[in-house]
């Protein structure tokens, strides 16, 4: 991939440890290490609401993009996944 890794990754694997807590399943589920790591570099995982439908929509949105391969499509920090958390807080309903 030729990139060096920064704070980006981490923003990953908090998406990936998310996905986990609130499917009870880790994204990918595979036995072969070159795979799995294929998996996290190239593919998508099922959206979160579709692997839990009692997860709101919002949520699942907040995961994926936490998850997003390209890690330009991320959150470019911690700061706006909080924002966008604490927006989901304020919605009336959840």
């Not at 439908?53 to 991320?74: T, W, Y």
């Amino acid at each position: 991939m030729n990139r060096a890794l920064d704070y980006r990754t981490d923003l990953y694997s908090l998406g990936v440890t998310f996905y986990e807590l609130l499917t009870g399943k880790v994204p990918f589920k595979l036995d072969n290490a070159l795979e799995l790591v294929h998996c996290h570099i190239a593919k998508t995982p099922k959206p979160l609401c579709e692997a839990n439908p009692d997860v709101p929509p919002i949520i699942s949105d907040i995961v994926m993009k936490l998850m997003a391969k390209n890690v330009e499509d991320r959150y470019q920090s911690a700061f706006g996944v909080k924002a966008d958390l604490e927006k989901v807080l304020n919605l009336p309903g959840l």
